[in-house]
């Protein structure tokens, strides 16, 4: 009987209230309820508890200052919120200010309680821990993230090399990142390496290193990446960029585990983990003889498959106000109002730039709304076919894309007093497509000079 867990439930609907300690006590938890937050706060002053499970929105005290109180009062209890929909921005702030998770309104029974069990299963000190580490990285509630969290975590603690593989714009550079800081390798260096945007030639160097007078311009010696990586990471992103040179010089490490710089006789030895990641059809790629099969091999001990926004849209309205929140923190921004209508649309759109574009998109809207409310109109909409459109148009977009994209581009040389190449870095195009968009939509950009806001 000592080995039961005591959960603490809060809500003002008494209806929930009996639901959720019927599921919990048939799940084998001593169940304690409460109406609102003050008696939850004296039940935790007489009461051992382990878990806290609260609504968010209650009458006199809400989720927000039960956590602020409990966290000062009982700061390794671990709570869970339960969410509408509505306020699901509210929940967000709750998880950064401090509790577990949320699950959001209506929720199943045994999601709850497979929740409650993985939490109560991990220390309170490997839980902030956890929670360091992931801070600015976004999970979302969909089932496909929740395995490819599992899969990172319990994949972390291991030497074995990685290939992330994933559309452009999907977090591969984040996970990356995770699988070094959740490792035992953390305080040790983390060195990235673009494989995409290197030359050739610079790239042998970048990774290997060489002596000085190994060629024109080695005026020194230089440390290479592989060897500044050693005891850590070594992060190869767009790996499926390199030249049949570079492929043979990386397998060669891979399989042996040495280097030599450039103009060097010796060898030396090096420990690193490599993680690599790619956008490419590495498979295809070597069908068409442009890679190689063992290096292929070599990098996928483990692969990890990060899937596109469009496959996990439940995750968007978390990622938009994480995003969101960002952008007010760290600009000094007053609050901004995302219309449920907005939310709506925006899960319903394509994003085929991913995770990337969906944030890009939102600080655009940030700066062009106005009376500090996001509309659907606020938004740069260049990537968005017309297919895509009519294809979305039951998701909330009752506006004509054209005239949306005109009037963002018009807003944006306001407030740029007419410079193209200014509007054009405040929407994240390039200076050619705003050329085009301005004369497709015949606006002349003189009107605007000395418009600057």
Same mark, same amino acid.
């Given at each position: 009987m000592n080995d039961l867990k005591?959960?603490? /439930?809060? &809500? &003002?609907?008494?209806?929930?209230?009996? =639901?959720?300690?019927?599921?919990?006590?048939?799940? $084998?938890?001593?169940? +304690?309820?409460?109406?609102?937050? %003050?008696?939850?706060?004296?039940?935790?002053?007489?009461?051992?508890? &382990?878990?806290?499970?609260?609504?968010?929105?209650?009458?006199?005290?809400?989720?927000?200052?039960?956590?602020?109180?409990?966290?000062?009062?009982?700061? !390794?209890?671990? /709570?869970? %919120?339960l969410t509408a929909y509505g306020t699901i921005p509210d929940a967000v702030k709750a998880v950064r200010a401090g509790a577990i998770d949320y699950i959001a309104k209506p929720f199943d029974g045994k999601e709850l309680v497979k929740k409650i069990n993985t939490i109560l299963s991990i220390s309170p000190a490997a839980r902030e821990s956890n929670n360091d580490e992931s801070l600015d990285f976004v999970w979302g509630r969909s089932k496909v993230m929740a395995e490819l969290?599992?899969?990172?975590?319990?994949?972390?603690?291991?030497?074995?090399?990685? *290939?992330?593989?994933?559309?452009?714009?999907? $977090?591969?550079?984040?996970?990356?990142?995770? *699988?070094?800081? *959740?490792?035992? #390798?953390?305080?040790?260096?983390?060195?990235?390496?673009?494989?995409?945007?290197?030359?050739? $030639?610079?790239?042998?160097?970048?990774? +290997? $290193?060489?002596?000085?007078?190994? %060629?024109?311009?080695?005026? !020194?010696?230089?440390?290479?990446?592989?060897?500044?990586?050693?005891?850590?990471?070594?992060?190869?992103?767009? /790996?499926?960029? /390199?030249?049949?040179?570079? !492929?043979?010089? *990386?397998? #060669?490490?891979?399989?042996? #585990?040495?280097? #030599? !710089? =450039?103009?060097?006789i010796k060898e030396k030895e090096i420990d690193c983990r490599v993680i690599a990641a790619t956008n490419a059809d590495l498979q295809e790629a070597i069908e068409q003889g442009e890679f190689r099969s063992d290096l292929y091999y070599r990098l996928k001990v483990v692969t990890i498959q990060i899937p596109p926004l469009r496959d996990r849209r439940e995750d968007i309205p978390e990622l938009v106000y994480h995003f969101l929140d960002n952008s007010v923190r760290s600009n000094n921004l007053q609050d901004i109002e995302l219309p449920d209508s907005t939310l709506s649309w925006l899960t319903g759109l394509p994003w085929k730039g991913n995770v990337r574009e969906l944030r890009n998109s939102l600080e655009t809207a940030i700066i062009l709304c106005k009376n500090n409310t996001i509309t659907p109109e606020d938004f740069q909409l260049e990537i968005i076919s017309e297919k895509d459109g009519d294809k979305n148009s039951q998701h909330g977009s009752a506006f004509s894309i054209k005239q949306s994209e005109k009037e963002a581009i018009i807003r944006a040389l306001k407030q740029t007093g007419g410079v193209k190449k200014d509007a054009a870095e405040l929407l994240g195009i390039s200076r050619r497509a705003i050329q085009y968009k301005s004369k497709k939509y015949n606006i002349d950009a003189s009107k605007f000079k000395n418009q600057r806001k």
């Open positions: 005591h959960v603490l /439930i809060v &809500d &003002d609907d008494t209806n929930i209230l009996e =639901v959720l300690d019927a599921r919990l006590t048939a799940s $084998g938890f001593i169940v +304690f309820q409460a109406t609102n937050g %003050f008696s939850a706060l004296n039940l935790l002053e007489k009461q051992k508890i &382990d878990i806290l499970v609260s609504d968010m929105k209650m009458p006199e005290m809400s989720g927000m200052d039960l956590l602020t109180e409990t966290s000062r009062l009982h700061p !390794q209890l671990p /709570i869970i %919120f969290k599992e899969l990172v975590e319990k994949v972390a603690s291991s030497n074995a090399n990685v *290939l992330i593989l994933g559309e452009s714009g999907v $977090g591969k550079e984040c996970i990356a990142k995770l *699988l070094h800081t *959740l490792s035992p #390798r953390k305080d040790k260096p983390y060195m990235v390496v673009d494989c995409g945007s290197t030359p050739p $030639g610079i790239l042998e160097s970048e990774l +290997f $290193g060489h002596l000085k007078g190994s %060629f024109t311009h080695a005026i !020194q010696d230089k440390k290479g990446l592989i060897e500044a990586a050693h005891g850590g990471s070594l992060f190869l992103d767009e /790996i499926g960029n /390199i030249s049949a040179e570079m !492929q043979s010089r *990386l397998l #060669r490490f891979l399989e042996e #585990r040495k280097i #030599r !710089q =450039v103009g060097a």
